[in-house]
């Protein structure tokens, strides 16, 4: 970066280069407060991106950060910006070109900060959770060739233009890995009684950089982390462990009040500087509005972790896994809060997921009886009916017909995507043939909404979901019976008694609710949706 300064004849004095690097990381927060709102947008819908900025607005880990060039502002974009592509590549996963990006991101970013890389683990582990073996080869296979591309020419600048050469892995002061997991269980005072746990101990580098070779430095770190060890004990090295959770997590400054000093700030008084900065004369109300902000942030993040898990939602699960990454690196590595601020993204994305959990109307629908809502979208049912949310969603509305008295009311916003492959599905259970079933799903082109669709958008649906062609199969409803039990979506049993359920005539007086010369289902109030 300072190179480029140099070039652009910045470096010539103090004050052009801090506004240089304040411009830098301005403009490196706003495109990651932006990838944020579009993540979210993306993920729950343009009203919850809205809210969302407004907690980023009031969030200090991107305000007080902005004259504080290091590498946990530079890197805040990468984690975001691979969460981004990959669920816009996930909803049909048809754009590889995304998945390279994701690699360009992660090679690039873990060059600056290595806790870039957690974030990719996370999407890896999300693509092989929600989807079959056969579908994980080729993106798993792409991210694997691509990233060793990438790795290998950086690799190639980095020796040939000296372009990163104070990576962690190869600095010119040579400090294994094991340095830093050393480091991270070391603990010093360094205000008012108050111990620095597991972070940057000078003693420590001291200690490393005595030893000439590497091998002698990871030989020494490796023999003090077993002395570590052996003086805490299971129950000791346990508390510490704590201790140090809450001492990177629980700091609702990320440590910018201690960063921030007069000088970075121009030597200007503002109530900006007595609210954040550490001998502020507001300092006690600047703190007690970051904590809250950060209270708020993990209260719902854990909301939505619960409701994740209950829902078995998949839409968000890689920002669960990632931050449960991070939180594992840093018990073990070299740890502060400020090294949270490139997750901080993250983050909101899995708070925002909490928050929406509480307040979306659905929740309020689910309370009545008679009512289930699924939230599943048009990719979801015509990409990847085969996943394991769709599968999920299946077994959901199955169990929900066995234990309801039907008719039984299905919709969605159109009624032809979501309701028309699920109908689809039901209806092949039923013994329906594919030529009834691709029929009555046309049905939709003749209803006046100027929204057209073709049985071959079907057929690519049921194609995979079973794994073969619904046009040419002898016994279709042999065929889904056998994928609903060998999916375990549900046992015989139940699936005989679904069947029953979805075969039984209407009653004579239910005929009343329902307009079937005109090809239209009414729903009385109290119907089962």
């Known amino acids: 970066l ?3 300064f140099n070039v652009l004849n910045i470096l010539h004095s103090t004050t052009a280069t801090v506004y240089a690097t304040v411009a830098v990381n301005l403009i490196i927060i706003d495109l990651t407060i932006f990838l944020t709102y579009l993540t979210i947008r993306n993920i729950l819908g343009k ?22 060039l290091y590498t946990d502002t530079v890197t805040m974009i990468f984690p975001i910006f691979i969460l981004y592509c990959y669920t816009l590549w996930d909803k049909k996963q048809s754009n590889n070109w995304l998945l390279v990006l994701i690699s360009i991101a992660t090679v690039i970013g873990m060059k600056i900060k290595l806790t870039v890389v957690i974030m990719l683990i996370a999407v890896l582990i999300d693509i092989i959770m929600k989807n079959k073996f056969i579908k994980t080869i080729k993106p798993i296979s792409i991210l694997a060739v691509s990233l060793l591309i990438l790795q290998l020419s950086m690799s190639f600048v980095e020796i040939t233009y000296n372009i990163f050469p104070y990576d962690i892995s190869n600095n010119d002061k040579q400090l294994p890995y094991t340095h830093w997991i050393m480091m ?3 603990e010093r005072e360094y205000i008012d009684g108050k111990n620095f746990i597991g972070w940057y101990n000078p003693e420590s580098m001291e200690y490393t950089l005595s030893f000439d070779t590497t091998e002698e430095r990871k030989e020494v770190n490796i023999k ?7 003086d805490f004990g299971i129950v000791g090295y346990t508390d510490f462990l704590y201790r140090k959770m ?13 960063l921030l000093n007069n000088g970075t700030m121009y030597g200007k008084k503002s109530i900006f500087t007595d609210l954040q900065h550490g001998s502020g004369k507001y300092i006690k109300i600047g703190f007690t509005q970051n904590t809250a902000v950060i209270l708020f942030l993990y209260l719902f993040l854990i909301v939505g ?4 898990i209950r829902k078995k939602e998949n839409k968000v699960n890689s920002c669960y896994v990632a931050l449960f990454g991070v939180l594992i690196f840093f018990l073990l590595w070299e740890a502060s809060s400020r090294y949270l601020i490139n997750y901080i993204p993250i983050i909101i994305v899995g708070m925002m997921y909490g928050l929406s959990s509480l307040y979306n109307k659905d929740r309020n629908i689910e309370k009545k009886e008679n009512r289930l809502c699924v939230n599943i979208d048009y990719n979801l049912v015509y990409y990847h ?3 394991v949310e769709y599968l999920n969603t299946l077994q959901k509305i199955s169990k929900f017909i066995i234990e309801k008295t039907g008719p039984y009311y299905v919709h969605c916003r159109l009624g032809s995507d979501r309701t028309g492959v699920t109908c689809a599905v039901f209806a092949a259970l039923c013994g329906a043939t594919w030529k009834e079933i691709a029929d009555d799903y046309e049905k939709t082109s003749n209803m006046g909404m100027k929204e057209f669709r073709n049985r071959r958008l079907l057929q690519y649906s049921l194609k995979n979901m079973t794994g073969k062609d619904p046009s040419s199969v002898k016994d279709l409803a042999k065929l889904m019976q056998s994928f609903f039990i060998s999916e375990n ?12 359920k979805l075969n039984t005539a209407p009653r004579k007086k239910e005929t009343d609710y329902f307009d079937f010369d005109n090809n239209h289902i009414c729903a009385k109030k109290t119907a089962n949706i």
């Open 184 to 186: 991270g269980m070391t």
């Open 489 to 500: 979506i549900l046992k015989a049993s139940e699936l005989e008694k679904l069947i029953k």
């Open 47 to 68: 009203k919850n991106a809205i809210y969302s900025l407004i907690i980023m607005l009031i969030s200090n880990a991107f305000f007080c950060y902005i004259p504080v």
């Open 2 to 4: 300072f190179k480029v």
């Open 246 to 258: 809450l001492y990177t997590w629980s700091d609702a400054t990320y440590f910018a009040s201690m």
């Open 224 to 230: 003090k982390i077993k002395g570590y060890l052996k």
């Open 305 to 308: 972790g619960i409701a994740a």
């Open 385 to 387: 009916a085969e996943a």
